[in-house]
T-cell receptor
């Protein structure tokens, strides 16, 4: 079974600074997707970024980028120029490509605080 | 602006009562997922539908929970009878999967959730 681990329950960053959230996963599959979701106090789950395992290039979405290390099974999220609106829970998630079970497996989340 | 809708947003009920949560997936999406979020367990899958057929409900307590898709625009999750341990936020998510590869349409789009409190 796949597992996703987020070892940082809480992180804090100063506004305009850069922060990196860690995620590791365990899987026997060779092809899969990884995601970062943001959950602000409104509880809405918002997709931040996704990475296809077969792509070596790290995904980037504006101020959000990932460092995907397939051999190490590591998938960290970097937020540059942090803004107050970035404060939220961040969840790392895994989804297999060929397995019949297409649901997401989530990590336990990292609460990010942004200090003004 | 296509989005997943869920009703009700909040529900407070007494133990033993029936609870029905509804979800309208994004038009054209063919997969629907029900997740439950609690402080203790985090986010966990309850049920998964593709083309309205249930493919995975292994995470759902079968004795009291049931999930259905009466049509392509409505998914329901019922709890009967409800218990205090069912208190959680229930999310519905939808996506579009084409063929056997999940690559096309790997994203899942979440609704705002239903916060259920069972007293």
């Amino acid at each position: 079974a796949q597992t996703v681990t987020q070892s940082q329950p809480e992180m804090s960053v100063q506004e305009a600074e850069t922060v990196t959230l860690s995620c590791t996963y365990d899987t026997s599959e060779s092809d899969y997707y990884l995601f970062w979701y943001k959950q602000p106090p409104s509880r809405q789950m918002i997709l931040v970024i996704r990475q296809e395992a077969y792509k070596q290039q790290n995904a980037t979405e504006n101020r959000f980028s990932v460092n995907f290390q397939k051999a190490a099974k590591s998938f960290s999220l970097k937020i540059s120029d942090s803004q107050l609106g970035d404060a939220a829970m961040y969840f790392c998630a895994y989804r297999g490509l060929y397995t019949g079970r297409r649901a997401l497996t989530f990590g336990s989340g990292t609460r990010l605080q942004v200090q003004p | 602006d296509a989005r997943v809708t869920q009703t009700p947003r909040h529900k407070v009920t007494e133990m033993g009562q029936e609870v029905t949560m509804r979800c309208q997936p994004i038009l054209g999406h063919n997969t629907v997922f029900w997740y439950r979020q609690t402080m203790m367990q985090g986010l966990e899958l309850l049920a998964y539908f593709r083309n309205r057929a249930p493919l995975d409900d292994s995470g759902m307590p079968k004795d009291r929970f049931s999930a259905e898709m009466p049509d392509a625009t409505l998914a329901t999750l019922k709890i009967q009878p409800s218990e205090p341990r069912d208190s959680a936020v229930y999310f519905c998510a939808s996506g579009l999967v084409l063929g056997d590869r999940a690559g096309l349409g790997a994203e899942q789009y979440f609704g705002p959730g239903t916060r259920l409190t069972v007293t």
